[in-house]
């Protein structure tokens, strides 16, 4: 204990009675993650897109303010975000895992496994669920030998395509609205799904 100011203070520097101060996350004191994500031993980045990251982490005056677009960057490049890459976000924003893994976990456009080649969202809200969202959803997955009533995000056997419901993509007066990869589609008919699947093969 230290005295300075007349004020007690921990070893730590935390005022006698007071919040602790933050301290960086280290191996020894980082909050555990508390659900597993998928193991990549082999995570690395290339030293390019590193410090493509370090330019984007400049341009804003907190780095935690940075954690979206360095997910999106890590997602790019290697496909879904994995417990090596959320721990590797945390350190290079001086962050906890943890929370880095809230953000992953909480929006639907980050992927905690790999997906296909093309990867089809449908936007189940209110909205479109009103507007055939859940047929739709049916009609692709039985065009793509999946099953429509299973859980979650499905990909097919040799990989190409993904299929999942996400929450509400923003275009509510044009239902049923989805996503392929980054295309956006509004009021497609089972007809346009056809035609979009078609596009991708």
């Keep these: 204990m230290n005295t300075a100011n007349g004020k007690e203070t921990v070893a730590n520097d935390t005022p006698a009675g007071g919040v602790p101060a933050f301290v960086l996350p280290t191996q020894h004191n980082a909050e555990p993650i508390p659900s597993a994500l998928r193991e990549q031993p082999d995570f690395k980045l290339p030293a390019a897109l590193e410090a493509g990251i370090d330019e984007t982490i400049s ?5 935690r303010s940075a954690t979206l677009m360095l997910l999106h960057a890590v997602q790019e490049h290697n496909g879904y975000i994995s417990r090596q890459a959320v721990e590797w976000i945390a350190a290079k924003l001086e ?4 929370n880095v893994y809230e953000l ?3 929006y639907p456009m980050f992927s905690q496994k790999g997906v296909g080649k093309y990867h089809i969202r449908v936007c189940r809200t209110l909205s479109c669920a009103l507007g055939g969202a859940y047929a739709l959803h049916e009609h692709f997955c039985k065009k793509l030998g999946l099953d429509p009533h299973a859980h979650g995000p499905q990909t097919t056997k040799d990989g190409s395509f993904t ?4 929450e509400c ?9 989805m996503m392929c990869n980054e295309a956006f589609y509004e009021g497609v008919s089972h007809a346009k799904a056809d035609e979009i699947i078609g596009g991708c093969r």
């Design 163 to 166: 299929v999942e419901f996400v």
């Design 95 to 98: 962050l906890q895992p943890i």
């Design 59 to 63: 341009h804003y005056p907190k780095k």
């Design 104 to 106: 992953v976990t909480f």
């Design 169 to 177: 993509l923003a275009s509510c007066g044009t239902a049923p609205v």
